[in-house]
């Protein structure tokens, strides 16, 4: 009973929460800013567009590579939060953030920033999403201790490293509208 009281609790609290955040919902046909964006300002100011981009792909992600001189930015991938994470950034797309509640999306963001003939700036965003592909559930051991013939004593303990990346993603395409709203904030600093 406390169980089901508590999913009531977070699922009252995501639709609030959910309500509270309509202004930040995109619909695939309203989004109308063009990738890459062009910043209008002098070639002086590269150092300063170069740092707002890292700006705002910090509220996003964690930068794994960046290269003033030729206008790379790479980053880390990281877990897509689904809707029990509301206060973590994420695509705008409500499905999206759903199918993330209830699968393993992760999202790397590449950006590059090249020098326009007239003496502005091209920002180009590109995030990739991938979906994990398990072999079966992990820690799915609800039924299993029932069926098991033989009871055994010695345990077997999984020692998970961050650093190690066993599980295989299965590439999901371009997440168009992440790579949209981190295209207006970037233009919208400028």
């Known amino acids: 009973m406390r169980r089901l009281r508590g999913m009531i609790y977070l699922a009252a609290l995501t639709v609030v929460l959910g309500l509270t955040q309509t202004a930040s919902a995109v619909d695939p046909e309203e989004v109308c800013i063009e990738n ?15 740092e707002k981009v890292i700006d705002v792909l910090n509220e996003y992600f964690e930068i794994a590579y960046s290269n003033r001189y030729d206008g790379r930015i790479e980053t880390f991938p990281r877990i897509a939060p689904g809707y029990e994470q ?15 509640t209830f699968q ?3 999202h790397r963001a590449f950006v590059l920033i090249q020098l326009a003939d007239d003496g502005g700036f091209f920002v180009q965003v590109i995030v990739y ?3 994990e592909d398990l072999p079966r559930p992990l820690r799915s051991t609800a039924g299993a201790a029932i069926f098991r013939g033989s009871s055994t004593v010695d345990r077997q303990y999984e020692v998970i490293d961050p650093t190690v990346f066993e599980r295989a993603w ?3 395409g371009r ?15 400028l």
């Open 36 to 50: 890459p964006v062009y910043i209008a300002l002098g070639p002086d100011s590269y150092g300063m567009v170069f």
């Open 86 to 100: 509301p206060w973590k950034p994420s695509t705008p797309s409500w499905y999206e953030r759903l199918l993330a």
């Open 104 to 106: 393993t999306i992760r």
């Open 129 to 131: 999403k991938e979906l």
């Open 170 to 172: 299965i590439p999901m």
């Open 175 to 189: 997440d168009h509208l992440l790579e949209h709203a981190i295209a207006q904030k970037i233009k919208n600093c």
